[in-house]
């Protein structure tokens, strides 16, 4: 059936900021949904509030719509745009929620607007417990033995037939919001009344507890004729009871029999069908008992799902793009398959290849969180790695988590006490994988670990086996002395040289140089959807220790653009919308662009973004051997944050040339001293500071400089471990708790303006000019992390002398540091003086808000004139405000009730919205500014 040519324009409504549960993924989908929508000739129109994606931009629809998702936004865009059909499916639940709200109050008929890709029917019967219950019964599928309460009386009644353990699931929430095992009666009265209170609807589900059993996830896609493509079967490492946004999951499934697997295809497809008439994606997830290959279906999301980016990255299906085109009634067999090109969409992927995804959480942001995983999603991000085995992708997903792991284990972060180990496998954290290989390696039984953890033996055994291979290792003296076969071995199990290092406690450039040597390096596969049975065009590359290469560099210029990793707090979404506006500059300007990075859940690590795209850790040997093979005329680091300048001094090292300010700039901005020292030549006023190496010294320096002080450990983000402390004893703990943690920092202590305005300015130079992007007022003072403070563009209290203050500087420290590109400079204000509390000579998580506040495409300009082929004066720059632009912190505190909920130095937020106002008497923004004044006068 060919596509709808009634509708013209379509309405895409996004997911709004990041929250724990939500995240950037919907960005992904919502931007792919809008290119494959513009393809087909229709005109798209956007609604966000998130600043930070590339979703919100536009050069991803012909109209964005920088507003509150609420329905009064909605009649705003209808009464303004003529809109024929709205999708709902690519921003998640928030967007769904809407789309049902709107339909509620008679929007969508009124403007003759109509559902695309939904069947708002399907969505109430998956999301309403009891109705979904009943109709898989109906059908003839399994599910767990459950009851639906709305009150507390039904909860406890219900509980009393089941029996424990079992589990709480509220009805309508996100991530898992309120849900969570039972497993004693004493436990079950506190966990039904919060189950309770989440829900917006008052409703829980009380369900037996299929505790041990396995989970898989199925990603699924039907047409108008009912044709449906399964892309993807994900297994969950982790048994039922961990949320899957919480577990480690693999693809292809590796303990699933072809029976099981064939029968759980067979019920995928019946339970999509079963849902109602949409075409579109859909998720369902399955357990299974692994004894008797029992299946029981947990739920279905019948749309584009937290998973679908994954799944897409995975299979290198982009599954977002083609449910975009089923929406608008194009059927499977009409579409092309995008890698190849020839096949068509209608043809099942297959890996040749194993994907694995590792959570990242962030529960040091959290003091007082509780880390044990279950039911309720914590995870603030994700990473992906992709190997020939399912070792070699594990390896590589955890060398790509950026918490300074070099793999599974083998780099001195192992724990030596078998009481510890063991506590730690049998309730779950954010380091149960690490754990379980300690416990192997200090003898403990696989069967032992199997009852604690319940995690599959096929996985311990894996994991045994890298541990056996570690003992034989430890044998050798020197590199020189290893087998070559035995060497290559360890690569293809995702060995870092890093790791080999640490075992035969060698440098680890004698282990690269030996490698090298010995011929054993890296080759790059295709991810082409089809194990190669086909020929592909796609530039989406993984590394592997094959002998065939498949990457065959080009004779083009080039540039790398390195990512940011995985999101987590302090480094988001905004770093990967700086890096596509990046890869763009790069192609706009005639040169090659390659992008290396390793979420899965970004935009810049879809395949047509770049044009190449190496799938890979943020690390570097991975980017060494990359470089070797490409060799670009540069590297890019101002755009992915802190995980890709830290790789800085090791590329200026190498003699790889750092594209755009150089590396000793950089570092001079980064070292406290040094930059103070420059401040102090350029007379440009600052807080008083030192820099210690150990406590008695910190003691020294904070006396000097007078409590209270501002106490951070050097190169960090988002202000990992910064608090302000007012006496010797605070000073003394805090201190000796950063030399634990970050052995390997200096301390930096600052004096701190108490009482003190902040603000902020990004600013490009091209080595001679600077152009000030924005200028920023905090609503809170000094002293709240500027991650976590609300802020106005342009300024509204800051007098115009400091103004030009801040502006003066700015421009000074740009020259005096050669800045080429992007330039962040922090200051206080205080009694109309102006002070200089840092300068980051990178992409800030502001530039992207500034950008849409104004409409200046800043990343593309700031690029250009890294590459060196623009200066400022050749760009034509016309800022267009509008009013004024409130930047919002956002937060995923309810993940977490009973950690501190006050905002310091350190950041907690996850994520942002923009509100845009005409003038200051807005109600929004006085009741922000009232924060303010709280602040300064109690």
């Known amino acids: 059936m060919p596509k709808d040519t009634s509708i013209k324009s379509v309405l895409i409504i996004g997911s709004g900021p990041i929250i724990i549960g939500q995240a950037c993924e919907f960005d992904y989908s919502g931007s792919q949904a809008s290119r ?104 003839g599928l399994g599910v767990a033995p459950s009851y639906i309460a709305n009150s507390f009386l039904e909860g406890k009644e219900a509980a009393q037939k089941i029996g424990f353990p079992l589990v709480i699931r509220p009805s309508y929430t996100l991530g898992g919001t309120g849900g969570g095992f039972v497993h004693k009666e004493d436990e079950f009265d506190a966990a039904l009344r919060r189950g309770l209170d989440m829900s917006p609807v008052h409703e829980v589900l009380v369900e037996k507890a299929v505790l041990g059993w396995k989970e898989y996830e199925l990603e699924l896609l039907r047409d108008a004729n009912d044709n449906v493509v399964i892309i993807c079967t994900v297994e969950n490492l982790d048994p039922m009871g961990i949320h899957t946004g919480d577990s480690i999951t693999v693809a292809p499934a590796m303990t699933l ?53 994954l799944a897409s990255k995975a299979t290198g299906y982009p599954i977002a793009k083609i449910a975009a085109k089923l929406a608008i009634g194009y059927t499977l067999d009409e579409l092309k398959n995008q890698i190849t090109k020839t096949t068509s969409a209608y043809f099942e ?34 990473v992906m790695g992709i190997g020939r085995s399912f070792l070699e992708a594990l390896q590589k997903a955890c060398q790509s988590l950026e918490n300074s792991r070099m793999g599974l284990g083998a780099d001195k972060k ?47 055994k894996q994991i045994k086996h890298l541990v056996k ?37 060698v440098d680890e450039e004698a282990v690269t140089k030996h490698r090298k040597k010995a011929g054993i390096n890296r080759t790059y596969k295709m991810v082409d959807t089809c194990a190669a049975e086909f020929e592909a065009q796609t530039p989406y590359f993984y590394s592997t220790f094959d002998d065939e290469n498949e990457s065959i560099p080009t004779d083009k210029k080039k540039v790398i653009v390195l990512g940011s990793g995985p999101n987590r707090i302090g480094q988001g979404i905004e770093f990967d919308y700086c ?47 990359i470089i070797e093979l490409e060799k670009p005329e540069g590297v890019i680091v101002q755009l992915g944050g802190q995980t890709a300048l830290k790789l800085a001094e090791r590329l200026h090292k190498k003699g790889i040339k750092i594209i755009g300010t150089d590396f000793p700039s950089m570092d001079l901005a980064e070292d406290r001293g040094a930059f103070s020292d420059l401040l102090k030549r350029l007379e440009i006023p600052y807080p008083r500071y030192g820099a210690a190496t150990d406590a008695d010294e910190a003691l020294e320096i904070a006396n000097r400089v007078t409590y209270p002080v501002l106490v951070r450990p050097s190169y960090v983000l988002g202000g990992q471990r910064m608090r302000i402390v007012i006496n010797d004893h605070e000073l003394e703990r805090h201190v000796l708790s950063i030399f634990k943690h970050m052995p390997d920092n200096k301390v930096l202590i600052d004096q701190f303006l108490d009482r003190a305005k902040e603000a902020e300015i990004d600013a490009i ?19 709240i992390h500027s991650g976590d403070s609300s802020a106005v563009l342009p300024t509204y209290s800051i007098s115009v002398t400091a103004i030009n203050k801040m502006v003066e500087y700015t421009e000074k420290i740009a020259k005096e540091l050669q800045i080429k590109g992007l330039l962040n400079v922090q200051f206080a204000i205080k009694d109309d003086n102006v002070y200089v509390i840092e300068a980051n000579p990178r992409a800030s998580r502001t530039t992207p808000f500034i950008a849409k506040a104004y409409k200046v495409p800043y990343l593309q300009i700031a690029t250009k004139v890294m590459l060196g082929t623009h200066k400022l004066k050749d760009f034509d720059i016309k800022p267009q405000p509008s009013g004024f632009a409130i930047k919002v912190p956002v937060f995923s505190f309810n993940k977490f009730p009973n950690v501190d909920k006050n905002l310091g130095p350190e950041m907690k937020s996850t994520g942002e919205a923009i509100q845009f106002i005409k003038d200051l008497s807005d109600p929004f923004f006085r009741e922000l500014d009232s924060k303010r004044n709280m602040y300064l006068t109690r």
């Open 36 to 139: 494959s929508l513009r393809e087909e000739g229709i005109e798209v129109t956007l609604i966000n509030s998130n600043p930070a994606t590339i979703m919100t931009d536009p050069v991803t629809a012909d109209h964005v719509y920088l507003l509150p998702l609420t329905v009064d936004s909605i009649i705003q865009i209808l009464e303004e745009q003529q809109i024929d059909a709205v999708l709902p499916t690519m921003g998640g639940q928030t967007a769904l929620n809407l789309a049902i709200e709107a339909g509620k109050r008679g929007v969508w008929e009124k403007y003759n607007v109509k559902l695309i890709g939904v069947d708002i029917d399907a969505i109430d019967l998956a999301e309403n417990r009891e109705a979904f219950r009943q109709l898989m019964v109906k059908i």
């Open 414 to 460: 192992e724990w030596i006490k078998t009481e510890d180990v063991l506590k730690r496998i049998e309730t779950a954290s954010d380091d149960r994988i690490f754990r379980i290989k300690d416990a192997i390696r200090l003898g403990v039984p696989l069967k032992t670990i199997q009852k604690l953890s319940k995690i599959d033996p096929w996985y311990l």
């Open 469 to 505: 291979l570690e003992e034989q290792l430890m044998r050798y003296n020197v590199p020189e002395d290893i087998p070559n076969t035995f060497f290559k071995e360890l690569k293809t199990l995702g060995y870092s040289d890093a790791q080999i290092a640490w075992l035969m406690r």
């Open 765 to 783: 130079c091209d080595g001679e000019d600077v152009h000030v992007m924005g200028i920023m007022e905090h609503i809170e003072p000094a002293g």
């Open 579 to 625: 890096c596509v506006h990046g890869l763009i500059a790069i192609k706009d300007v005639g040169y090659e662009s390659i992008m290396i990075n390793c979420n899965p859940e970004t935009v810049s690590t879809d395949f047509d973004i770049a044009d190449k795209l190496y799938f890979e850790p943020v690390f570097w040997e991975h980017l060494e051997e």
């Open 349 to 382: 992927p297959t890996l040749d290849y194993v994907i694995v995804k590792m959570p990242r959480w962030n529960f040091s942001k959290f003091v007082g969180a509780d880390t044990t995983l279950g039911l309720q999603m914590k995870s603030v991000g994700e």
């Open 257 to 309: 029999s072809d029976t099981a697997y064939q029968e759980m295809r067979d019920q995928a497809i019946q339970a999509m069908r079963s849902l109602g008439n949409f075409a579109g994606g859909c998720n369902i997830q399955f357990s299974q008992n692994p004894e008797t290959e029992e299946l029981i279906v947990i739920e279905i999301n019948p749309r584009v799902s937290r998973s679908s980016a």
